[in-house]
């Protein structure tokens, strides 16, 4: 199973992008989808989570009323749609999957490898 984050890039103050994170191989099913994100000289924060139906979602304070996470499971991928962008969203975005890959097998967790979002004028 591979997490594969895109849409990452360097944006003006006030501006949006969307990021999206696909997971592809041999899925049974995927659970909760979360984004994560570390800034420079900071511990990874929890930015937002969707559960595997999309009917539950949580953001970290800093986003609420900015951001907004959505998956679509057709095509095993989530997105995050960032809005009001501000310099201190400056970081790499790191998404997470909780995914079983049999029936049989336990749920884990797997990670993509980062996008870089740059917040700057």
């Known amino acids: 199973v591979q997490l594969q984050a895109s849409g990452g890039g360097l944006v003006q103050p006030g501006g949006s992008l969307r990021l999206s994170c696909a997971a592809s191989?041999?899925?049974?099913?995927?659970?909760?989808m979360v984004w994560y994100r570390q800034g420079p000289g900071n511990q990874r924060e929890l930015v937002a989570r969707?559960?595997?139906?999309?009917?539950?979602?949580n953001y970290g304070d800093s986003v609420k009323g900015r951001f907004t996470i959505s998956r679509d499971n057709a095509k095993n991928t989530v997105y995050l749609q960032m809005n009001s962008l501000k310099p201190e969203d400056t970081a790499v975005y790191y998404c997470?999957?909780?995914?079983?890959?049999?029936?049989?097998?336990?749920?884990?967790?797997?990670w993509g490898q980062g996008t870089l979002v740059t917040v700057s004028s």
């Open positions: 191989g041999i899925i049974f099913e995927i659970g909760d």
């Open positions: 997470n999957a909780a995914i079983r890959i049999y029936r049989s097998n336990p749920w884990r967790n797997f």
């Open positions: 969707i559960s595997s139906g999309g009917g539950s979602t």
